[in-house]
């Protein structure tokens, strides 16, 4: 009889650390879910309100060189992708 007992608690002991492990893994999957989500919906929110505090003291780009020099540089990039249509360079 002792060792059907010791069975029967050997048996419950397995199930229940099984649960345990079980519970464990559901809820690092949910947590392997929420952090992303979390940080997506947190992080832009975060640099919007860095960039309103530093509003006043970015480069005004509209009339400097460099904003003419940038706008140069992306034309003649584009103009290279729209010429690997034509000649088939990767």
Not at 18 to 35: A, G, S
Not at 60 to 76: C, K, M, Q, T
């Amino acid at each position: 009889m002792t060792v059907l007992f010791k069975l029967v608690n050997i048996v419950k002991i397995n199930l229940l650390s099984i649960f345990r492990i079980y519970v464990e893994m559901k809820f690092q999957q949910i947590i392997i879910k929420i952090i992303p989500a979390l940080l997506l919906t947190v992080l832009p929110q975060s640099a919007m309100a860095m960039a309103a505090e530093h509003a006043a003291d970015h480069l005004d780009l509209n009339s400097h060189w460099v904003g003419f020099a940038s706008l140069i540089l992306f034309f003649v990039a584009y103009m290279f992708v729209m010429a690997e249509e034509f000649t088939h360079l990767r």
